[in-house]
Protein backbone atom coordinates (compact mmCIF):
# COMPACT_ATOMS: atom_id res chain seq x y z
CA UNK A 1 0.00 0.00 0.00
CA UNK A 2 1.37 3.18 -0.59
CA UNK A 3 1.04 6.34 1.81
CA UNK A 4 -1.94 8.24 -0.20
CA UNK A 5 -3.70 4.65 0.15
CA UNK A 6 -3.68 4.25 4.09
CA UNK A 7 -4.02 8.19 4.69
CA UNK A 8 -7.61 7.70 2.63
CA UNK A 9 -8.28 4.12 4.74
CA UNK A 10 -7.33 5.89 8.07
CA UNK A 11 -9.54 8.58 6.77
CA UNK A 12 -12.68 7.03 5.85
CA UNK A 13 -12.25 4.68 9.11
CA UNK A 14 -11.74 7.54 11.26
CA UNK A 15 -14.90 8.80 10.17
CA UNK A 16 -17.39 6.04 10.66
CA UNK A 17 -17.99 5.34 14.23
CA UNK A 18 -17.67 2.21 16.20
CA UNK A 19 -20.93 0.09 15.64
CA UNK A 20 -22.24 -1.72 18.73
CA UNK A 21 -24.33 -4.92 18.52
CA UNK A 22 -27.46 -6.60 20.20
CA UNK A 23 -28.24 -9.63 21.48
CA UNK A 24 -31.23 -11.81 21.05
CA UNK A 25 -33.30 -12.57 24.06
CA UNK A 26 -36.48 -14.51 24.84
CA UNK A 27 -38.85 -14.49 22.07
CA UNK A 28 -42.04 -12.77 23.97
CA UNK A 29 -41.96 -10.32 26.76
CA UNK A 30 -40.85 -6.71 27.55
CA UNK A 31 -37.08 -8.30 27.13
CA UNK A 32 -38.23 -9.38 23.21
CA UNK A 33 -39.78 -5.79 22.58
CA UNK A 34 -35.88 -4.01 24.24
CA UNK A 35 -33.98 -6.45 21.24
CA UNK A 36 -36.59 -5.62 18.48
CA UNK A 37 -36.09 -1.58 19.11
CA UNK A 38 -32.50 -1.81 19.86
CA UNK A 39 -32.31 -4.22 16.30
CA UNK A 40 -34.33 -1.34 14.45
CA UNK A 41 -32.61 1.84 16.09
CA UNK A 42 -35.43 2.66 18.29
CA UNK A 43 -33.76 4.24 20.91
CA UNK A 44 -36.30 6.20 22.09
CA UNK A 45 -38.89 3.38 22.41
CA UNK A 46 -36.37 0.80 23.35
CA UNK A 47 -34.94 1.86 26.56
CA UNK A 48 -38.20 1.96 28.30
CA UNK A 49 -39.09 -1.73 27.36
CA UNK A 50 -35.27 -2.67 28.47
CA UNK A 51 -36.32 -0.80 31.72
CA UNK A 52 -39.90 -2.30 32.42
CA UNK A 53 -37.39 -6.36 30.90
CA UNK A 54 -35.03 -5.29 33.92
CA UNK A 55 -37.39 -4.34 36.66
CA UNK A 56 -40.88 -6.43 36.44
CA UNK A 57 -39.72 -9.74 34.35
CA UNK A 58 -38.45 -12.83 35.47
CA UNK A 59 -35.31 -13.22 33.18
CA UNK A 60 -32.51 -15.92 32.91
CA UNK A 61 -29.24 -14.55 33.47
CA UNK A 62 -28.60 -14.57 30.13
CA UNK A 63 -31.40 -12.35 29.16
CA UNK A 64 -31.17 -10.68 32.01
CA UNK A 65 -27.23 -9.80 30.36
CA UNK A 66 -28.58 -9.58 26.94
CA UNK A 67 -31.12 -6.79 27.92
CA UNK A 68 -28.73 -4.90 29.64
CA UNK A 69 -26.56 -5.35 26.91
CA UNK A 70 -29.71 -4.29 24.05
CA UNK A 71 -30.00 -1.29 26.15
CA UNK A 72 -26.39 -0.35 26.57
CA UNK A 73 -27.23 -0.57 22.38
CA UNK A 74 -29.90 2.38 22.56
CA UNK A 75 -28.04 4.55 24.91
CA UNK A 76 -25.06 4.72 22.68
CA UNK A 77 -27.19 5.61 19.73
CA UNK A 78 -28.74 8.53 21.88
CA UNK A 79 -24.79 9.26 22.87
CA UNK A 80 -24.97 8.26 26.11
CA UNK A 81 -21.27 6.80 26.41
CA UNK A 82 -20.79 6.34 29.35
CA UNK A 83 -24.64 5.34 30.42
CA UNK A 84 -23.61 2.31 27.59
CA UNK A 85 -21.03 1.57 29.32
CA UNK A 86 -22.20 0.85 32.56
CA UNK A 87 -24.81 -1.60 30.78
CA UNK A 88 -22.33 -3.43 29.05
CA UNK A 89 -20.37 -3.73 32.31
CA UNK A 90 -23.36 -5.11 33.88
CA UNK A 91 -24.12 -7.31 31.04
CA UNK A 92 -20.44 -8.96 31.38
CA UNK A 93 -21.11 -9.15 35.68
CA UNK A 94 -24.54 -11.10 34.82
CA UNK A 95 -22.86 -13.29 32.45
CA UNK A 96 -19.62 -13.25 31.93
CA UNK A 97 -19.50 -15.75 29.00
CA UNK A 98 -21.19 -13.71 26.46
CA UNK A 99 -19.17 -11.90 23.71
CA UNK A 100 -21.62 -9.10 22.54
CA UNK A 101 -21.07 -6.63 25.44
CA UNK A 102 -17.29 -7.08 25.45
CA UNK A 103 -17.09 -6.30 21.81
CA UNK A 104 -20.03 -3.34 22.88
CA UNK A 105 -17.68 -1.87 25.34
CA UNK A 106 -14.71 -2.00 23.29
CA UNK A 107 -16.87 0.15 20.87
CA UNK A 108 -17.15 2.45 23.80
CA UNK A 109 -13.93 2.53 24.25
CA UNK A 110 -12.88 3.69 20.86
CA UNK A 111 -15.01 6.48 21.06
CA UNK A 112 -12.69 7.39 24.47
CA UNK A 113 -9.62 6.77 22.00
CA UNK A 114 -8.62 4.01 24.10
CA UNK A 115 -7.66 1.63 21.57
CA UNK A 116 -5.37 -0.68 23.26
CA UNK A 117 -8.13 -1.51 25.75
CA UNK A 118 -11.04 -1.61 23.63
CA UNK A 119 -9.10 -4.00 21.32
CA UNK A 120 -8.67 -6.46 24.30
CA UNK A 121 -12.17 -6.54 24.95
CA UNK A 122 -13.31 -7.05 21.45
CA UNK A 123 -11.04 -10.05 21.26
CA UNK A 124 -12.23 -11.19 24.41
CA UNK A 125 -15.71 -10.98 23.09
CA UNK A 126 -14.93 -12.41 19.71
CA UNK A 127 -12.91 -15.10 21.24
CA UNK A 128 -16.24 -15.72 23.38
CA UNK A 129 -18.49 -15.71 20.31
CA UNK A 130 -20.96 -12.97 19.16
CA UNK A 131 -24.26 -12.75 17.73
CA UNK A 132 -23.17 -10.65 14.86
CA UNK A 133 -19.16 -11.28 14.55
CA UNK A 134 -18.96 -8.88 11.49
CA UNK A 135 -19.37 -5.80 13.38
CA UNK A 136 -16.67 -7.72 15.94
CA UNK A 137 -14.09 -7.64 13.12
CA UNK A 138 -15.15 -3.42 11.91
CA UNK A 139 -14.54 -2.56 15.77
CA UNK A 140 -11.45 -4.73 15.87
CA UNK A 141 -10.07 -2.99 12.25
CA UNK A 142 -10.78 0.74 13.84
CA UNK A 143 -8.45 -0.27 16.41
CA UNK A 144 -5.95 -2.06 14.86
CA UNK A 145 -5.79 0.68 12.36
CA UNK A 146 -6.06 3.40 15.16
CA UNK A 147 -3.22 1.49 16.61
CA UNK A 148 -0.80 1.74 13.45
CA UNK A 149 -1.46 -2.13 12.50
CA UNK A 150 -2.75 -1.38 8.91
CA UNK A 151 -1.97 -5.27 8.03
CA UNK A 152 -4.13 -6.53 11.21
CA UNK A 153 -6.89 -3.97 10.40
CA UNK A 154 -6.77 -4.70 6.70
CA UNK A 155 -7.60 -8.54 7.00
CA UNK A 156 -10.15 -7.66 9.43
Known amino acids: MNLQ ?3 LAALMTAAVPAAAQIVVTQ ?7 CFVHAKTGRAFDGIGACDLAIKREA ?10 DNRGVMLDQLGHVERA ?7 IEIQPDLGD ?9 IKKKEYAAALDQINKGMDLGMSFPHLGYYNRAISEQMLGRYKEAYYD
Not at 27 to 33: L, M, N, P, R
Not at 60 to 67: E, W
Not at 85 to 91: C, E, H, M, Q, T
Open 27 to 33: ETGWAHD
Open 85 to 91: AADFNKA
Open 101 to 109: PYVNLGAML
Open 59 to 68: LSRKDLAATY
Open 5 to 7: TLF
